[in-house]
């Protein structure tokens, strides 16, 4: 191989292309041949391929110092990008950005039993879709039915792949080619592409927009039935709150406009938390058992936010709206998958125990953490991670306000507590503290913390004690040398 003397090591020159070894030299080196037993030629000569090809690069613009061609630096480089190209794409992260039930980090954590559960029935054939009592072709709807039932109040209920589906399915059951009236002061927009007009277009519905942005009275829901109408409709305006001079129809009053028509009505709930939350020191979210009790025919709302399940759209009702539901063809599109029923019946059961739902839920363990023991860990961490960031980044432990996220309560805020890191020096503080973020997003356990008013924020709200704070704690002399 063409690695140089020392000297030209010494001196930084740069390689030529002409240096570069062959690929069949680069495998055939002892290391490289331990790594070729262990995941296969396949694999390790494409990446060999790639890595050569990327020095043949640097060497053709003169920025390949030569030492990169020296063995040991070639089979480290292989190493690496055989472990790189086999490490997941979807990993754990530390969710520091006060924002508990956060969409883009994977919303609702699951709990223990409901990990034990998929562990448990995902390794075998399991009775998804059969029977054990009578042997024969089971629903699978029924392994969370009777549960909902019992946590809703309601008759009936069926689940899909997320709420925005249950909506969809809602109204394509209940009103395809009818109309949907609908306030204007509820055709919102969730993150991503899911607006409430276009989800009536889709499910080939009318929609009808009664009322104004601000207020909407009984009356207004009342004249704008006819002979198309097919549906009431409520949407929970989750993520905004509309304040001053408004007015707004509760789910009874709507429910009982409909009912004098023969129509149904539904919810789209969008959170829906199963207890109350007040009955754990949390400010008051609607229940789908209220909702049930006020009169709705439909009501639907999440798996993975407040519920703090997996991804999947509950829908409980009326037996007779249900069941136009379930043969609505567009349902078996829709369907759950295994993983996703066996968490979230485990998820479901956890509720038939309210009082150690707090300990059980880890949703509701994390938003319910006092904010005091929250400051005494902020306290705790901030001389270790001080000492990491020294000299360039000053910590302090401080109180802060998180919320509840994915569109829960988007008013209230939660008192927390934290860690503030910020530059000592002022220029440049920008650049220094987007390169902190970076450090931090690059660690083996990437922390997202989020920045605000020339500081970097870590809310520990959902740094768990034990291993969240062990696996902080030992990634500190790593973030050291990242920003060294
Ligand atoms: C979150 C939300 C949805 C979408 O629910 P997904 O489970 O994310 O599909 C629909 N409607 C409302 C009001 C919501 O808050």
């Given at each position: 191989m063409s690695a140089r003397p020392a000297e030209s090591v010494v001196d930084g020159s740069k390689a030529s292309p002409k240096e570069l070894p062959s690929i069949d030299f680069v495998l055939r080196d002892a290391r490289v041949q331990a790594l070729l037993a262990e995941h296969g030629h396949t694999l390790v000569a494409a990446q060999a391929r790639a890595l050569l090809e990327a020095l043949r690069e640097r060497a053709r613009l003169g920025q390949?110092?030569?030492?990169?061609?020296a063995t040991d630096s070639l089979q480290a480089a292989l190493r690496e990008r055989v472990e790189q190209r086999l490490r997941p794409r979807l990993q754990r992260v530390l969710n520091?950005?006060?924002?508990?039930?956060h969409t883009n980090l994977g919303r609702a954590l699951l709990a223990e039993a409901a990990l034990q559960q998929l562990l448990q029935t995902m390794s075998g054939p399991n009775n998804l879709e059969f029977d054990l009592a009578r042997g024969g072709r089971g629903d699978r709807d029924e392994l969370v039915e009777d549960l909902l039932q019992t946590l809703t109040g309601a008759e009936a209920a069926t689940v899909v792949n997320n709420n925005a589906a249950a909506v969809l399915l809602t109204v394509a059951a209940l009103a395809r080619g009818r109309e949907v009236v609908v306030s204007r002061g509820e055709l919102v927009e969730i993150g991503g592409a899911f607006r409430m007009p276009d989800v009536m277009a889709a499910a080939g519905a009318t929609l009808v927009e009664v009322g104004t942005t601000n207020r909407t009275h009984a009356r207004d829901y009342a004249q704008a039935v006819?002979?198309?109408?097919?549906l009431l409709m409520k949407v929970h305006t989750s993520n905004y709150a509309l304040q001053g001079f408004t007015s707004s129809v509760g789910e009874a009053e709507i429910a009982s406009i409909a009912h004098e028509h023969g129509l149904p009505m539904a919810t789209d709930l969008g959170s829906g938390a199963l207890v109350d939350l007040q009955d754990y020191g949390l400010p008051h979210e609607p229940t789908p058992r209220e909702k049930i009790a006020a009169g709705c025919d439909v009501v639907s709302f999440s798996?993975?936010?407040?519920?703090?399940?997996?991804?999947a759209g509950l829908i409980v009702g009326s037996r007779a709206a249900i069941e136009r539901i379930r043969r609505t063809p567009m349902k078996r599109a829709l369907r759950l998958g295994k993983l996703t029923l066996a968490a979230l019946e485990a998820t479901l059961r956890l509720y038939l125990r309210p009082e150690r739902l707090a300990q059980d839920l880890p949703t509701l363990r994390l938003l319910t953490r006092p904010a005091a023991a929250i400051r005494a860990l902020a306290e705790q961490l901030a001389p270790a991670l001080g000492e990491a960031l020294a000299p360039r980044f000053g910590v302090e432990a401080l109180d802060l306000l998180g919320q509840i996220g994915?569109?829960?309560?988007?008013v209230d805020r939660l008192p927390s507590a934290g860690l503030a890191i910020a530059p000592?020096?002022?220029?440049g503080r920008g650049r220094a503290l987007d390169e902190l973020a970076g450090a931090l997003r690059a660690l083996p356990l990437p922390v997202i913390g989020r920045i605000a008013e020339d500081r970097l924020l870590l809310d520990l709200r959902c740094l768990e004690d034990g291993r969240d704070v062990h696996a902080f704690i030992d990634q500190l002399p790593r973030l050291r040398q990242a920003l060294a």
């Open positions: 390949l110092p030569r030492e990169e061609l520091l950005s006060g924002t508990v039930i006819n002979a198309r109408t097919a798996g993975d936010k407040l519920l703090g399940g997996p991804q994915s569109g829960s309560l988007p000592r020096q002022n220029k």
